[in-house]
């Protein structure tokens, strides 16, 4: 009984290694891969999805949750303002605030009474500038914190990808840089927005 039981234990150990290895081979050829920062961001489109999306200082940044008083955490406007109390012209401005998570902040793009074009790029500077587009990255920290820091930007570009004023679609791509008041360089990386604005 001594070899047979021997020579069976081989045999069944020498058919099931092979199994299990395999098994565990496939166990961790399924195990799910780290998605990067940018492939969290949403696609470069021009159809109206309302997305928002960029990197700041290389972490995904996209809007989560709500501004306050049932604001929407995304924001798009578009409209020629003939008002006596600002400079006559279009106003562009598009926003993405991530509010959920622990260093909540609001990237935006826009321009002061300057008319978009598709297929245009626009240097960006700070909000104001007449005839102009800006750049801005507003940190407000965690919540119950009074960390509000606001930082325009030094250089960038916001480049306009469509301009549909029938269907009130607009999308584009930009970056900038800037620094906050703590002295820290921030970098706004791959934006991207695809948008229904208001007017």
Known sequence: MGPFLHNYKKLILGRLLPLLTGLLFMASSCKKEEISEIERLPAATQEGKNTFGCLVNGKAHFPTGQMGFGVPSYQCHYQNIQHDDKPKGYYFYVAGADMKSKNRALVNV??????????????????????????????????????????????????????????????????????????????????????????
């Open 110 to 199: 826009g321009t002061s009474a300057l008319a978009l074009k598709e297929g245009e790029v626009y240097p960006l500077t700070t909000r104001g500038t007449e005839g102009r587009a800006f750049g801005e990255y507003i940190f407000f920290g965690p919540p119950g914190e009074d960390l509000y820091m606001e930082a325009s930007a030094l250089t960038g570009e916001l480049r306009i990808t469509k301009l549909d004023e029938q269907r009130h679609i607009v999308a584009g791509t930009f970056w900038f840089d800037t620094v906050n008041s703590k002295g820290e360089k921030v970098e706004v990386r791959e934006g991207r927005f695809d948008m229904v604005y208001r007017r």
